[in-house]
């Protein structure tokens, strides 16, 4: 069984930086050979996809967090990491991280991020 869990949301400032992580696990090697995903929803918007990272450390982003958030991740720990910089109002959000896996979907419960101005 495939889990998905989100850490380290809270408040932040507008300017700031705060780094959501996400921790894959369950059957076995999964998470080395799953590309892994930051999606986020703001209150009365569409999900949207924030960031991807795939098995073998390439990244996409969203056009416009282009050059503010990173997405990383480590094979050792299982995780994956989003860095959030220069924190805007406008990233308020639920983040959610995804993974597929054998051609599943699975998403952890989500975080809340506030970003206050």
């Known amino acids: 069984q495939v889990q998905v869990m989100e850490f380290g949301g809270g408040l932040g400032q507008a300017g700031g930086s705060l780094t959501l992580s996400c921790v894959v696990s369950?059957?076995?090697?999964?998470?080395?050979?799953?590309?892994v995903a930051w999606y986020r929803q703001a209150p009365q918007k569409q999900r949207e996809l924030v960031a991807r990272?795939?098995?073998?450390?390439?990244?996409d982003y969203r056009d416009d967090l282009k050059g503010r958030f990173i997405i990383s991740r480590d094979n050792s720990k299982n995780t994956v990491y989003l860095q959030m910089n220069s924190l805007k109002p406008d990233d308020t959000a639920v983040y959610y991280c995804?993974?597929?896996?054998?051609?599943?979907?699975?998403w952890g419960q989500g975080t809340q991020v506030t970003v206050s101005s």
């Open positions: 995804n993974t597929i896996y054998q051609r599943t979907n699975y």
């Open positions: 369950g059957s076995p090697g999964i998470f080395s050979f799953s590309p």
């Open positions: 990272i795939q098995m073998n450390g390439a990244t």
